[in-house]
Structures are given as C-alpha cells and as structure tokens.
C-alpha cells in the first residue's frame, strides 16, 4: 500500500469527526459552515477511501459502526491534537489571555460577585468571561475552559477529548418568594405542588425528574412559564410568580436573605434530589495550561467553602 494512500483528504476526515460527534449531516455542515450535501460526498469519499462503512443511518440520525467507532476513536484524537498544535503556534503557549465560557445561571447567581477576587489576584491574566448556554467546541483556538451544569441524564454524552472536573453536586429542592409560600394551600406531600404554578428553565424535565423522585404520579406535560435561564426563573420566583427548583449553591444569598424560602410538606421532608453537577470542562492538552490551571485551583478552593450547605425549610 502506497503512503499516499493512508492520508484521507482532512475535509472528509472532519466532516466524519463532526458526524460521528453529533449524530447528524445536517448538524455537522452547521459546525464546519459548508452544506449538508457537502458533508455527505465527504463521508462517501472517506468510505470508498477505506473501503469498510463507518456510519449507519439509524432513525433520524446516524450512528457509527463497529468499525467506525474505533476508527473515529483514533481520528479524534489526531484532529484534536492537529488543532491543538496550530493554536500553541498561532497564539503561543504562554499567552496571558484566558478565554472562559460559563453558563449563565452559575455566571450571573454565583460567579459573577467572585470573579474580581480571581482577577484581583492574578493581574498578569486577562480573562475573557462569557457567560453563554452553547458547549463550545473545545478543539477551536478562541476557548481554553468552559463551566457547565451537566445533568445527570446528559454526562454520558460529555465528548471524550474533554477533560472534565466535578465542582459540586448540589440538591435541589422547591423554593418561593415569602408572601407566596405563605397563601399556598397546606402542602401534606409532594404532589401537592402539582397543584401550584411551576416555574421552568428550558423544559419540565427538571421538575419531572424531581416529582419521579418522591414517587409522584405526573401527567404527560407539566404547565408552567418556561423563562430558559436559571437566573431568570430565580428572579420570577422572587417576585412571586410561582415555585421554582433551586440549590443553595446558587441561592445562598437569597435564602439568607428570607428573598426566596424553601419549601417542604407538611408530613415530612422531601426526599433528597440530585439532579446534575456544575463541572469545570477543557480540553485535555489544555488542561494544565498555566492560566486555566490557577483558574481551577482558584474556582475549586472558593466551591468547596461550603456554599451549599443546608438552609431551614418553610411549611407553608
């Protein structure tokens, strides 16, 4: 076999990463921002290359084969070390710029009163924070770390050529403005609250997971505002506009504060829910990079002083 023959053209590569990664052609010509059709010829080009299927039309998405699955497995690791090298020498190892995605709840309810003490303390650093909903594609050369709230449900899709560190893994648990918890109707159980106005941030599947959790017959939709960002739900339960699900990671201060009150049954608490944890996610190549590195031990050390500890429950 000639060497040529065992360089695929990078094109068809990519477009076969992107696929495999996100289980759709017309997902992956959005990522690399060429057409769908596109992404196919390359796929049939990368097939008829090797001469073996890598990818099976499964429902509405693809999957990858037997064969695919271990060839992806290798590819990925080379174009993310491709794409790692070429941005160590288009902006040098030892840039001070450091580029941090975070979600916007965790963003706006917690970092943002801390992150001075991080840039206080390092001034040789020049944060770019972004509070954002997207998972950036670690692999491009604008991002160095991202802080994410995984659910439990979601982890086992975390892409592999991440490296991913746990920060906290906080209960949640139903909260409301003072005035409001007061003129509920006496709560003897959970599925008393299916009863009250719910709030949600992009889906009910939070509060489902949530009254699955106390063992509590739902019906196939839960109504209720969906307001997108935790930040926004928060805010709507302090003005009363229904029950929200919280932790006190996020919600220390207003607890506290008596601006939201947990709230519990009249028979007996709740039982305890776990529904996600907020991570600290980056590349691995990347991951002991001087800037992201102090950025991890900062986050890490200021995560674990107990943020999250147990606030007094109200029954309405």
């Not at 009250?196 to 959790?213: G, I, K, P, V, Y």
């Amino acid at each position: 076999m000639s060497n040529a023959k065992l360089y695929p053209p990078l094109a068809a590569l990519r477009a076969f990463d992107a696929v495999a990664r996100l289980g759709g052609i017309r997902k992956a010509g959005k990522e690399l921002g060429t057409d769908h059709a596109v992404v196919s010829r390359h796929i049939r080009t990368l097939e008829d290359w090797v001469g073996a299927a890598l990818l099976v039309r499964e429902g509405g998405g693809y999957q990858l084969t037997e064969v695919g699955q271990a060839y992806h497995h290798q590819i990925e690791s080379a174009l993310a070390t491709i794409a790692a090298a070429t941005g160590a020498l288009i902006q040098g190892e030892e840039r001070s710029q450091l580029r941090i995605w975070c979600v916007p709840g965790f963003a706006f309810l917690w970092l943002s009163d801390r992150l001075g003490e991080f840039v206080e303390g390092n001034p040789d650093i020049d944060l770019d924070f972004r509070p954002s909903d997207d998972l950036p594609d670690f692999r491009a050369k604008d991002i160095d770390g991202a802080i994410r709230y995984v659910r439990t449900w979601e982890e086992a899709a975390i892409p592999r050529h991440v490296h991913s560190l746990e920060l906290a893994r906080p209960t949640v648990f139903p909260v409301a403005a003072p005035a409001l918890a007061a003129a509920l109707p006496t709560l003897t159980s959970a599925a008393d609250l299916l009863g009250c106005t719910l709030l949600h941030e992009d889906s009910d599947a939070e509060w489902r997971h949530w009254f699955a959790a106390q063992s509590v017959q739902m019906p196939d939709a839960l109504p209720g505002t969906r307001l997108w960002h935790a930040h926004l739900t928060l805010n709507a339960a302090r003005q009363g506009q229904g029950v929200a699900l919280a932790n006190p990671l996020l919600l220390r201060d207003d607890l506290e504060a008596g601006r939201l009150v947990r709230i519990e049954a009249r028979d007996g608490p709740f039982a305890r829910v776990v529904l996600g944890s907020y991570r600290l996610m980056a590349r691995e190549d990347r991951w002991n990079a001087a800037g992201l590195a102090r950025f991890r031990r900062w986050l890490t050390a200021r995560t674990s002083v107990g943020d999250h500890a147990p606030v007094a429950a109200v029954v309405p």
